[in-house]
């Protein structure tokens, strides 16, 4: 019988609490469900906005395969000439001249080879290309490797699901990011995709989307700019194991692999 190819995606890590959590779960995640493969967002990894050089080495080196990100990888200058050398990707849809790359094929030996994409939603995003097209020549340039990830960094649920009726049946997984908020819409679609509208996060569970209450309160009461700045406390660690035939490419289940986690004794 083939042997599945296991996935884990993980949400948005979120600043040095995301990391402190991320390097101490990914481990034990990696071991216990007998993992072929992490990805995992980076984007917010470093101070809350960017991933800086240090904070990506780090990351991999707990076991993250491919960092992928959104709108603000470009926070944190120092890695954009590593974007063109690392496995990180930033979204493919930026315009041509942007630095990186935003697909990459990851070789997994005898569990064959992996596409994974990274693309951005144009709904309250940035107005950049269209994911949809970018979406499109991901899988045409990619066509002769069986299996195929996209991470949609996006507000929009509509705009996710509307993707996923796009590429179902010729992707393996889609999943969002981007909201630091899980969705339990987790399934895997006749056609063989397996797909969740946003991972969450791993950041501090008792802020606003990660990040410390004061600032976001007072910015929702006053209308004025507030300097944000990562919570802190328990951190939500969010992300799904997704486990695909890697023959075929069609995905065979997806589950919700959530906990909470205390990193006080790890700052």
Same mark, same amino acid.
């Given at each position: 019988m083939e042997d599945l190819l296991t996935v884990l995606a993980v949400g948005d890590i979120v600043g040095r609490p995301g990391r402190n959590a991320a390097t101490r779960m990914i481990p034990r995640l990696r071991q216990r469900h007998?993992?072929?493969m992490v990805i995992a967002n980076g984007e917010n990894a470093s101070g809350g906005f960017g991933l800086s050089l240090a904070d990506a080495r780090d990351l991999f080196n707990c076991g993250v395969d491919v960092i992928t990100s959104g709108n603000h990888i470009w926070d944190q200058k120092e890695i954009l000439p590593a974007l063109d050398e690392m496995p990180i990707l930033?979204?493919?849809?930026?315009?041509?001249?942007?630095?990186g790359r935003g697909w990459l094929v990851h070789d997994l030996g005898a569990k064959g080879r992996v596409a994974v994409c990274n693309i951005q939603g144009l709904i309250f995003m940035p107005s950049i290309d269209s994911p949809f097209r970018a979406v499109q020549e991901f899988l045409t340039a990619s066509a002769d490797v069986p299996v195929h990830i996209v991470d949609f960094h996006g507000e929009a649920t509509s705009e996710k699901q509307a993707m996923a009726h796009y590429i179902d049946g010729r992707a393996s997984l889609l999943f969002g *990011?981007? *909201?630091?908020?899980?969705?339990?819409?987790?399934?895997?679609t006749d056609a063989g995709m397996a797909y969740v509208s946003d991972l969450g996060m791993v950041g501090p569970r008792?802020?606003?989307?990660?990040?410390d209450s004061a600032a976001s309160l007072n910015r929702f009461l006053t209308g004025i700019p507030q300097r944000f700045k990562v919570g802190k406390g328990m951190v939500t660690f969010n992300s799904v194991i997704v486990r695909i035939r890697p023959a075929t490419g069609l995905a065979e289940s997806?589950?919700?692999?959530d906990h909470t986690v205390d990193v006080s004794s790890a700052d």
């Open positions: 007998e993992v072929d930033r979204p493919m849809n930026y315009p041509p001249g942007a630095p *990011t981007h *909201t630091h908020t899980a969705t339990a819409d987790q399934r895997v008792d802020g606003v989307i990660g990040m997806i589950d919700r692999v």
